[in-house]
């Protein structure tokens, strides 16, 4: 029997192997997650490297990239992983997705041969973990902006600066840092462990919070000559690595969406009042039905989006129109979702409040919505925006 909420009955759709991949993900996750994410959240602690481990046996960490002891699983295989981690938590999700879509990537797509050995292996596996230095405190939309410097002294590279918002920082091995140098931006891998990196985790955060995030600072920071990525050359490396995370944001947001509907379809058609279930009242099935066709909808979506990517046929804007569409929807579904469970939808008893403050986070990073919103105008119109 077709579960509720494939509608449109998208599951045949997908090869078997996708649909093992799919299966082994959640059972991971209701085995290894579901029982604990809320006190995650609610404690601001998260056992991220326990984690990663577990996750490299399954193959999850750059499983779409190929060799190095990776999986090299399809496009769509592994944006239904994002859906099922996202399903439990948002957090646990950007755990794979900056490790894989972005420090991984960065590294096997801009690396050298030496890098790529020395490190793609062991962060395929979880012994050791990635981060992406992008965002600055001053500068977050517009990396064009940045103000970390790297410059030469004799055959060593010395970098300045800071980075704001990296998620794994705090505990990770080794940083994928993008800098200003004379001839443009290039990135750097830098050993956590280099004298002058320090990483400071943030706390206090509404949001995210079964994630670990952290500020880096660069105080003159020494590397040698091949600590630099030798094929990341521009701006454009960077944010081709960002395309690759918000390709899973495509799938992610829709499994969040999906727990809340879930979530909420259970209570409503156990919970009475006035006399009946609340999922018998007009006003509740509307919701409902809206809701349910807001999901599918992204989920189509992202599956459209991902058998492009398989064909190599994949564009950024086209990944902007997915995550522009897919975490607005899915916010709004949980939103929705809040109002249905009353009270206890405020309760951490229920994922849907906790889902709702993540895709405020979720909303933001990776490219606003307002810089989605840009790339798309700008691939209608043919003009720029930006500046």
Same mark, same amino acid.
């Given at each position: 029997m077709t579960a509720p909420l494939d509608l449109l009955d998208l599951d045949p759709s997908l090869t078997d192997e996708e649909r093992q991949i799919r299966d082994v993900v959640r059972q991971l996750v209701d085995d290894r997650v579901r029982p604990h994410v809320a006190d995650w959240y609610e404690q601001g602690q998260v056992?991220? *490297?326990?984690?990663?481990?577990?996750?490299?046996?399954?193959?999850l960490l750059g499983m779409h990239l190929t060799g190095?002891?990776?999986?090299?699983?399809?496009?769509?295989?592994?944006?239904?992983?994002?859906?099922?981690?996202?399903?439990?938590?948002?957090?646990?999700?950007?755990?794979?997705s900056v490790q894989g879509s972005l420090a991984m990537f960065a590294i096997?797509?801009?690396?050298?041969?030496?890098? &790529? @050995?020395h490190w793609l292996p062991p962060?395929?596996?979880?012994?050791? !973990?990635?981060?992406?230095?992008?965002?600055? =405190?001053?500068?977050?939309?517009? =990396?064009?902006?940045?103000?970390?410097?790297? *410059? *030469?002294?004799?055959?060593?590279?010395?970098?300045?600066?800071? &980075?704001?918002? !990296?998620?794994?920082? =705090? !505990?990770?091995?080794?940083a994928v840092i993008w800098a200003r140098t004379d001839e443009g931006v290039r990135g750097f891998l830098v050993p956590m462990d280099t004298p002058g990196v320090t990483a400071r985790e943030i706390h206090r &955060?509404?949001?995210?919070?079964?994630?670990?995030?952290?500020? !880096?600072?660069?105080?003159?920071?020494?590397?040698?000559?091949?600590?630099?990525?030798p094929e990341a050359i521009g701006l454009k490396a960077p944010l081709s690595c960002l395309t690759e995370a918000r390709y899973g944001i495509v799938w992610g947001s829709v499994g969040a969406a999906r727990d809340c509907l879930e979530t909420t379809?259970?209570?409503?058609?156990? *919970?009475?009042?006035?006399?009946? =279930?609340?999922?018998?009242?007009?006003?509740? @099935?509307?919701?409902?039905?809206?809701?349910?066709?807001?999901?599918?909808?992204?989920?189509?979506?992202?599956?459209?989006?991902g058998r492009l990517a398989d064909a190599q046929r994949l564009r950024p804007e086209q990944v902007s129109v997915g995550k522009l569409n897919n975490?607005?929807?899915a916010l709004a579904i949980a939103r929705q979702c809040r109002t249905i469970l009353g009270a206890n939808g405020v309760s951490g008893e229920y994922p849907v409040m906790r889902h709702a403050n993540n895709l405020e986070s979720v909303l933001t990073y990776e490219g606003t919505s307002e810089i989605h919103q840009l790339v798309v105008g700008q691939r209608l119109t043919g003009l720029s925006a930006f500046a």
């Open positions: 056992p991220a *490297r326990e984690l990663a481990r577990e996750f490299g046996k399954l193959g190095y002891g990776c999986a090299g699983a399809s496009a769509v295989a592994y944006g239904l992983a994002c859906q099922e981690l996202e399903a439990a938590d948002s957090g646990v999700r950007s755990l794979v096997w797509r801009y690396g050298s041969a030496e890098q &790529k @050995q962060m395929a596996t979880g012994e050791a !973990i990635g981060c992406f230095g992008l965002t600055e =405190p001053d500068h977050g939309s517009d =990396p064009a902006s940045m103000a970390t410097r790297a *410059r *030469r002294d004799g055959d060593d590279w010395v970098l300045t600066g800071g &980075k704001m918002w !990296i998620t794994n920082a =705090p !505990i990770a091995d080794v &955060k509404m949001s995210l919070r079964a994630s670990v995030t952290g500020e !880096i600072v660069l105080d003159d920071v020494r590397l040698p000559a091949d600590a630099q990525l379809l259970a209570y409503a058609t156990t *919970r009475t009042q006035f006399g009946r =279930p609340l999922a018998g009242f007009q006003l509740t @099935q509307a919701k409902l039905a809206d809701m349910a066709v807001e999901l599918v909808k992204g989920q189509l979506l992202a599956l459209h989006l975490v607005r929807e």
